[in-house]
């Protein structure tokens, strides 16, 4: 079981952390993503990191804003969410998969989701 939190309403500009707390022991036999989905869009990727750590892959539209990290002592991940823009709105959602990492950023690749924390971004 995932729970995401962290979201908010924000300015342009601002940072926010995001986590996503993980019920499962072997947290860290699982690779974590993170998704998006803004209002009439459909759910998209946004990073993701390998079950040990050290290997992340980002989508273009955040790469240097956006950094996925993870505490597999705490069974926690990450995003660290810097420079917002009113386009980073949107409800995002935390995924674990213990698929290849080739299929980091599609929806296939993950075995379980939270329930998504909603992220606001005014410009």
């Known amino acids: 079981q995932l729970q995401a939190s962290g979201g908010g309403l924000v300015q342009a500009g601002d940072s926010l952390r995001l986590s996503c707390a993980a019920s499962?022991?072997?947290?860290?036999?699982?690779?974590m993503g993170w998704f998006r989905q803004a209002p009439g869009k459909e759910r998209v990727f946004v990073a993701a990191?390998?079950?040990?750590?050290?290997?992340?892959d980002y989508a273009d539209s955040v790469k240097s804003r956006f950094t996925i990290s993870r505490d597999n002592a705490k069974n926690t991940a990450y995003l660290q969410m810097n420079s917002l823009k009113p386009e980073d709105t949107a409800v995002y959602y935390c995924?674990?998969?213990?698929?290849?990492?080739?299929?980091?950023?599609?929806?296939?690749?993950?075995?379980?989701w939270g329930r998504g924390t909603l992220v606001t971004v005014s410009s």
């Open positions: 499962e022991p072997t947290f860290s036999n699982y690779n």
């Open positions: 995924a674990a998969g213990r698929t290849v990492w080739g299929s980091r950023t599609s929806y296939v690749g993950y075995n379980y």
């Open positions: 990191i390998r079950r040990a750590g050290g290997i992340t």
